[in-house]
């Protein structure tokens, strides 16, 4: 069974991929349109559907008054999927998070002190201050006021054909 969903915004551009239960629950409180399904079927006692692929939001997501949840990917959103050492983008599996005060030093694992980072620049850091090993930071890592716009990150071929219509407009 295909276990994800495409979540469109309103002006069906892809948000994000979310879990059929959760489009399915969306569906059933009003706030997406289906827009595409699966051939599985789900059941339960009394109903029976086939599992949504890809949905569409009714309503544009408004900047919420929550602070903005601290996460990889939100990090990387942040610093444009960018390493923040070198400035090269990369894919989400090429990056990971730095402490710019690395935790040895009592660097916590915060917004103000985390940075995307490229494994090579990572690695030449170590466990030392961008200053002790002769880096430079291109951004002092700050918290967002809004939640990051992130695209949503899949290489081609692992994008379902029922989406397909719906990926090509990014």
């Given amino acids: 069974m295909e ?18 239960q959760t489009a399915i629950l969306m569906n059933f409180l009003g706030k997406v349109d289906v827009l595409e399904e699966y051939e599985e079927v789900v059941r339960s006692p009394s109903i029976s559907l086939r599992t949504p692929a890809v949905v569409r939001l009714k ?11 601290f996460c990889r990917t939100n ?29 040895v030093m009592g660097g916590k694992t915060i917004w103000e002190n985390i940075v995307t980072s490229c494994y090579d620049c990572n690695g030449k850091k170590k466990g030392r201050t961008p ?31 029922v989406w397909e219509p719906y990926w090509r407009r990014t």
């Fill in 3 to 20: 276990t994800s969903t495409l979540l469109l915004t309103p002006w069906m551009a892809p948000h994000r991929i979310i879990s059929w």
């Fill in 59 to 69: 309503r544009p997501t408004g900047a919420h008054k929550r602070p903005v949840r």
């Fill in 131 to 161: 200053e002790q090993a002769g880096m430079k930071l291109l951004r002092a890592p700050v918290r967002p006021k809004t939640v990051p716009d992130c695209p949503v990150q899949l290489r081609a071929g692992d994008v379902p054909h």
């Fill in 75 to 103: 990090v990387f959103a942040r610093d444009g999927f960018s390493c923040q050492y070198c400035g090269v983008k990369k894919g989400v599996r090429e990056l990971n998070y730095d402490h710019v005060v690395p935790r």
